[in-house]
């Protein structure tokens, strides 16, 4: 949601299926990649896009996910995934679609 970092309900179970792939498949690492729209200023957005992603790694660690093998980072606005750039009108739906956040999993070295 806008501003926010807590998880929604409808995360959940998309998470809850992460978390299942992580326990069976031990040599993974996975990055937790959140993102914002482009409201606000930078600095804010890349700070608010941390939280996000710092609030599904304390999801997964409560679930029984071993923080070493988590790592979250923050994109802020820098990834925006449509047309809604700096000084564009978007409806609140668009802006949505910016607010995300993505999973890119690794093997372990």
């Known amino acids: 949601n806008f501003n926010k970092w807590n998880l929604r309900s409808d995360a959940l179970p998309e998470l809850n299926k992460l978390v299942q792939v992580i326990k069976t498949k031990p040599e993974i690492i996975v990055q937790i990649r959140s993102h914002t729209d482009v409201r606000g200023t930078s ?3 890349l700070w608010l896009s941390q939280k996000r992603a710092q609030s599904v790694i304390n999801y997964l660690k409560k679930k029984g996910v071993s923080a070493k093998r988590l790592k979250a980072l923050g994109f802020g606005e820098t990834e ?12 609140e739906a668009e802006h949505q679609m ?6 890119k999993i690794s093997k372990a070295e």
């Open 43 to 45: 600095a804010y957005n």
């Open 80 to 91: 925006v995934v449509n047309r809604c750039l700096e000084n564009v009108t978007c409806s």
């Open 98 to 103: 910016n607010r995300r956040t993505e999973f």
